[in-house]
């Protein structure tokens, strides 16, 4: 489970919200004082927020089913990539693109376009045509390698979205809402929690306080696949030793069907 100190979410300055006059009244709760005009998140609340979402998303990974990740924004662009991409799991950094879920069919041909450019660029017929048409492509192929390559094993709708500022990516939020899908998000003082099924609060403007959170998160679906690996050798050693106290039978039965034959034989 996660691991998260609170000497680590004070360093890294998960306690910093907006200041007072962007605050949601939802996000109270979780606010511990105001200091110099800004609200300070309560951190034993951020550790038990993280805990929750840490067991929600080993249990996902467990089962086998991918969590998408959404960050846009600069700060948290190359920590989710760098540390999703570590755990297998999809992620959009660049723009989201609109209807990603709630019109996933049309995404995933785009993904297959992407799949199609890549055999013709292997395959002898593109030195046939023109270097403008094979530039074009290549640009083609480019964008939406920029937009959609970190998605392109997602097969089907997620288990679970996680979301960095939920503010920012209202539009993933909405569309995850919409299909009820799960969703995890760090949410700072001028964000509604109750939108979110696992809301940490949390500053989610510092790439440390990001970095932080989603490293706990990750740690969690390291080991849900660990244990899903094992489950699995377990149960491949069970079906092993089944097929072999099967074998043993049936080399039993037929022995003892042998000798049955035998002494009618010599009943005879």
Not at 29 to 47: A, C, Q, R, S, V
Not at 81 to 93: D, F, H, I, R, S
Not at 248 to 264: D, F, P, T, W, Y
Request: hydrophobic share 40%.
């Amino acid at each position: 489970m996660s691991n998260v100190q609170f000497e680590e979410l004070l360093e890294a300055g998960c306690h910093f919200g907006h200041l007072k006059r962007k605050w949601n009244p939802a996000m109270a709760p979780y606010i511990f004082m105001e200091k110099n005009g800004i609200h300070i998140i309560d951190l034993y609340k951020t550790m038990d927020k993280v805990e929750d979402a840490c067991a929600a998303a080993k249990s996902i990974a467990r089962s086998g089913r991918k969590i998408l990740f959404v960050a846009t924004k600069k700060q948290a662009k190359e920590t989710v990539a760098n540390m999703v991409k570590e755990v297998g799991m999809p992620y959009v950094t660049e723009r989201w693109p609109g209807g990603m879920l709630t019109n996933f069919f049309t995404i995933r041909k785009a993904v297959k376009k992407m799949s199609d450019i890549d055999r013709l660029i292997e395959s002898p017929q593109f030195n046939n045509i023109s270097k403008r048409e094979r530039l074009q492509i290549t640009r083609e192929r480019a964008k939406l390698e920029k937009n959609l390559g970190s998605i392109s094993d997602l097969s089907r709708l997620p288990a679970a979205v996680f979301i960095v500022d939920i503010m920012k990516e209202h539009i993933a939020l909405a569309e995850a809402r919409k299909l009820a899908i799960p969703t995890f998000a760090i949410v700072d003082t001028n964000s509604n929690p109750n939108l979110v099924d696992y809301a940490i609060p949390a500053n989610d403007d510092a790439s440390k306080s990001i970095a932080v959170i989603l490293k706990a998160i990750c740690n969690s679906i390291r080991e849900g696949q660990a244990e899903r690996e094992m489950n699995k050798d377990r149960m491949e050693e069970e079906i092993a030793e089944m097929n072999n106290e099967g074998e043993i039978l049936n080399e039993e039965e037929n022995e003892s069907g042998r000798r049955k034959r035998v002494a009618r034989k010599n009943n005879e």
